[in-house]
């Protein structure tokens, strides 16, 4: 009797394919050569040494390949893009769809759905199955065990050696080394006790603990009852950006308005400052008086208010009073010549500020309903992905003098207002995980006692942006956890965090005093640090105001 005599038999292999190369007849072996052959050579797919491909599978992909001693059981269904290491296992009805990567050895238990994509829901006047798809992408390290009936979802990146229990549900990042289960899913405990970092989440928790309880002494020790301002540091002048930092910090440890003012009062004279031809914020006088705004995006006050004030409105359930008419007037044409005079090869920096400004106003006018030029963010979203440089994936030119820092900050700036703001994948995201690597090993910099916040937060939030490729993920890590380790450490008791790391070198400066901005900064910082390595449960605040990780909007 033959197995195909016996029912129970027929498919033995398509669902046990563990066993395939081992005790298949020759007949079976010489099927499954053939089918991989074809999937080869009239697909394009790649396929591995000892690897099985059930053919009751459905194998839809664009692209697809399976590393040496790799299968695919019966039921499974696979789609989109799918690179796959060595020996890993899709058993039984598992879904693996969208930009999905593994790692060696990852094994995925019956039932699960690996989903990297995900179907947008902007407009509640159009069903959800005909808005667009987006796909961030799925990555999963080496050595990683996958239960049955698991769901992971776009975004998400998984550690090495970690495991995600049976019925999990998981929609953020997995450390490696962790047990994860439950919905959502949580660390239950650790697989490598090496990896569980038990002093830098201690850190963390007592960090938190420190901060929230001060979080109002560092608020009114900035607060100037005279004015009504709140101003960076004791002493020093009102500016716009201190009532706004103010308002963050309040947002993140206290998860309120400042106390210091009724909220709706702070929210009429941020509205009020909004100059109505302009649409742009000017700077404060030492009176604490609003200026008019000078020189368009091109003035660097009035252009980092659009951030600012933008956002500080928003966290208090508010918005401009007028669009940004200063971007709404630009033509698609104005946005190219204006890109096009930016000063990347010598100041990308600024330039990446300009380009920050123009996205975000952009973004409020979109979301306050008021019209932008025909072709404008398309032309911005346009000339950004055409100009940018596939060797590093950035805008900007390194200089003999400042290596990389104008390329990362102005790669921060520039992206930050369009790519992560509006929710699309930047170009090249390899890429720019080598350039800002190589940038953090720039001593002049990255020193614990060279540090300050602005120079950090822009290798953090790149990282943090392109963490979905898995690139280099143990490189990144080290980094994460050393800049962490260093943050954490530099709370000043009832003042906050100072701009720049203070040292004794370095004394007497402003930049290294605490105030709001070093405080809003550092606290960004430190969680999407803490996020690179699973570890901002341990914080009890999420960046919701500029330096928010979720995109503001999502594509249309």
């Known amino acids: 009797m033959t197995a195909d005599d016996r ?17 298949a007849d020759e007949r079976a072996r010489a ?90 829901v902007d407009d509640p006047d159009t069903e959800v199955f005909r808005q667009p798809l987006r796909s961030v992408g799925i990555t999963i390290g080496d050595d990683v065990w996958v239960g049955s009936h698991v769901v992971v979802l776009d975004g998400v990146t998984v550690g090495d050696r970690s495991v995600l229990a049976a019925g999990a549900v998981v929609t953020k990042d997995v450390p490696a080394g962790a047990i994860v289960g439950g919905n959502p899913a949580k660390v239950l405990r650790w697989r490598v006790p090496a990896l569980r970092s038990d002093d830098l989440v201690g850190a963390l928790t007592a960090f938190a ?57 702070q929210v009429d004279r941020l509205r009020g400052w909004q100059d109505p031809e302009t649409g742009l914020v000017g700077g404060l006088g030492e009176d604490g008086v609003a200026r008019p705004p000078r020189g368009g995006l091109s003035d660097p006050d009035a252009a980092y208010h659009v951030l600012s004030v933008g956002y500080a409105l928003d966290l208090l359930g508010s918005g401009f009073a007028e669009p940004v008419h200063a971007a709404a007037r630009m033509s698609a044409e104005e946005v190219v010549a204006g890109l096009e005079r930016q000063p990347w090869a010598t100041n990308a920096w600024s330039a990446g500020a300009w380009v920050d400004a123009l996205g975000t106003a952009l973004h409020w006018n979109r979301r306050r309903g008021t019209p932008n030029s025909p072709g404008a963010t398309e032309a911005l979203f346009g000339w950004l992905v055409t100009a ?33 703001q509006f929710g699309l994948p930047v170009p090249h995201p390899r890429r720019v995980v080598d350039t800002v690597l190589e940038h953090a090993r720039d001593a002049r910099f990255f020193r614990p006692e060279r540090q300050d916040a602005c120079h950090v ?12 490729t898995g690139h280099r993920a143990d490189e990144v890590a080290a980094l994460a956890r050393r800049l962490l380790t260093d943050a954490v450490s530099r709370w000043t008791d009832g003042a906050g965090f100072a701009f720049r790391a203070p040292h004794p070198t370095t ?26 390595l699973g570890l901002s449960e341990a914080l009890p605040y999420r960046p919701r105001g500029v330096h928010r990780p979720e995109p503001a909007i999502t594509p249309s």
């Open 388 to 420: 940018v440089d596939p060797r590093t994936g950035t805008w900007g030119r390194p200089s003999s003098d400042e290596g990389l820092r104008q390329v990362v900050n102005g790669f921060y700036r520039a992206s930050r207002g369009t790519f992560a």
């Open 7 to 23: 029912p129970f038999e027929r498919h033995r292999f398509d669902y046990s394919p563990w066993a395939f190369w081992d005790e």
């Open 507 to 532: 004394t007497g400066l402003l930049t290294t005093a605490p105030g709001l901005q070093g405080t809003e900064m550092w606290l960004a910082v430190i969680w999407l640090l803490a996020d690179l």
């Open 209 to 265: 603990d420190t901060a929230h309880a001060q979080a109002q002494r560092v608020l009114e020790r900035c607060w100037n009852p005279d004015l009504g301002l709140f101003t960076d540091q004791p002493q020093a002048p009102p500016t716009v950006r201190a009532q706004c930092d103010a308002i963050e910090v309040a947002d993140l440890l206290l998860g309120r308005a400042p106390d210091q003012l009724p909220a709706r009062a």
């Open 457 to 468: 937060l822009d290798v953090a939030h790149p990282l943090w942006l392109t963490r979905h």
């Open 31 to 120: 099927r499954q050569r053939d089918l991989r052959r074809d999937l080869v050579e009239r697909r394009g797919y790649g396929i591995g040494e000892r690897c099985f491909v059930s053919e009751l599978a459905s194998v839809q992909n664009e692209v697809l390949n399976l590393g040496d001693g790799s299968y695919v059981a019966a039921g499974a269904y696979l789609s989109g893009s799918l690179h796959a290491g060595r020996d890993c296992t899709i058993n039984p009805y598992a879904v693996v769809r969208g930009e999905v990567r593994l790692g060696n050895a990852v094994r995925i238990g019956a039932h699960t759905s690996i989903l990297g994509f995900n179907h947008t």
